[in-house]
């Protein structure tokens, strides 16, 4: 019956993208309103991070706390020069695409979906 010490939902997962394979990161960031965060393992300066993103890939301010990395909102970013820890920034996935099924081909009529 042992549970983690951690917090919930803290601490990001290292995992290998199911599309593409490639390392991310996994994370439920924020508090209210939980992002679910799949970022690219590379860690960058939070001044090149910031360069590289724009309004659909978000970076994130990665802290080392004793339980493993931890992303966080990138409030340093007005300031992403003052920040001291790396950033990682959202996977851009270069796997096929996330459903092999397209909608319209389900043989399901309107009447019978199942939840
Ligand atoms: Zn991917």
Known sequence: ???PPAAAGSGARRMRC???GFSVLRQLVG?????DVTADEGELTAAAAEALHHPDRLHWCLRA???GPDMRW???RRRPETCPHPHV???ECTG???SPRRARTTPVS???LTL
Do not use: S
């Open 1 to 3: 019956m042992g549970r």
């Open 18 to 20: 199911p599309r593409c």
């Open 31 to 35: 508090r209210r309103a939980a992002l």
């Open 65 to 67: 706390t004793r339980d």
């Open 74 to 76: 990138a409030d340093c």
């Open 89 to 91: 920034i959202d996977h």
């Open 96 to 98: 096929p695409p996330a």
């Open 110 to 112: 309107d009447g019978q």
